[in-house]
């Protein structure tokens, strides 16, 4: 079999005076259902792929049917998280990527939110502190709600909010997302 | 003159937040036509001379050429201007498109 290797080789070199904050924004997080797009783009194959960079990126766009689109979420400051485990055995490893936060408070809209959605595959775009948008869930792999706890807190000082978490298996780590954002048109 | 699908866009790029259901200048939907990130925006036959008028560099004219989506898009740039390099870069635009 004819392996083929498309990937230049680079240097790994960072900069040392280069911005790197940890966090994700708490306003710049969108949100779809897998069944409300028109189409959903795929990072390259790897065999096409040229770049490290452009191995692990979505140029994008994703696309809806009007008036269908991403909807935005806030979340609390500072509770919100994209990671990736890679797992599994070597010759067949794979990523669970996974985006988790606080919804602020627990009142009949956050528990709506999953009501409706913990069963549906969705796709995440979360923003984080540099800027990057990171992707969960994809066409083949959605995002499935895998955590949501609810807690009105104990006492003063206590958080008052839903944190939720959704999961998706990839065999690779959350992409980035480049393209443009198609936001739902809200009924007039 | 520009014909865009009717939406609410965040292009990240551009840092901007576009609402393409309310009336936009030309110049902003020129920004949107020039940026490669935003498929959802062509050109008509009216467009032919506003665009002239903006006196597009040859570099702009070649990269709305290979962004284009069909050959009768190119065609209109290639009304806009019209240079030896630039039909060399839209006459292989037009055969990729066709092919």
Same mark, same amino acid.
């Given at each position: 079999m004819d392996c083929v290797d498309t990937i230049n080789t680079e240097n790994m070199d960072y900069c040392p005076d280069q911005e790197n904050a940890a966090g994700i924004s708490p306003v710049e997080i969108y949100a779809a259902r897998v069944s409300d797009f028109l189409a959903i783009i795929e990072p390259p194959k790897l065999s096409v792929a040229t770049t490290l960079e452009g191995a692990a990126t979505i140029v994008g766009p994703h696309t809806f049917t009007p008036p269908k689109g991403f909807f935005k979420i806030s979340v609390l400051p500072e509770t919100g998280i994209v990671e990736t485990a890679n797992e599994g055995e070597k010759g067949s490893k794979s990523n669970r990527n996974s985006f988790g936060a606080t919804l602020p408070g627990v009142g009949a809209r956050n528990k709506g939110f999953v009501r409706k959605y913990q069963n549906v595959g969705m796709i995440f775009l979360v923003t984080d502190l540099n800027g990057i948008i990171h992707q969960i869930g994809s066409k083949v792999s959605p995002a499935y709600l895998s955590e949501a706890t609810p807690s009105t807190g104990v006492k003063g000082g206590d958080v008052?909010?839903?944190?939720?978490? %959704? @999961?998706d298996v990839q &065999?690779? +780590? &959350? +992409?980035?997302?480049?393209?443009?954002?198609? @936001? %739902?048109? +809200?009924?007039? | 003159m520009f014909t865009v699908i009717q939406g609410i866009y965040y292009i990240p790029d551009l840092g901007k937040r576009i609402d393409t259901r309310t009336e936009l200048s030309n110049e902003q939907l020129l920004e949107l036509y020039e940026y490669k990130l935003f498929p959802f925006i062509t050109i008509t036959e009216k467009a032919v001379p506003f665009l002239k008028k903006q006196k597009l560099t040859d570099k702009r004219i070649a990269s =709305?050429?290979?962004?284009? #989506? /069909? $050959?009768?898009? $190119?065609?209109?740039? =290639?009304? $806009?201007?019209? /240079? #030896?390099?630039?039909? /060399?870069?839209?006459? /292989?635009?037009?055969?990729? =498109?066709?092919?």
């Open positions: 008052n909010g839903m944190p939720i978490k %959704f @999961e &065999a690779y +780590p &959350a +992409p980035v997302y480049t393209g443009t954002i198609t @936001e %739902f048109t +809200p009924a007039v | =709305l050429i290979l962004q284009a #989506k /069909t $050959v009768e898009e $190119v065609n209109l740039l =290639l009304e $806009v201007k019209s /240079t #030896k390099a630039i039909k /060399t870069i839209a006459e /292989t635009k037009i055969i990729a =498109l066709e092919s």
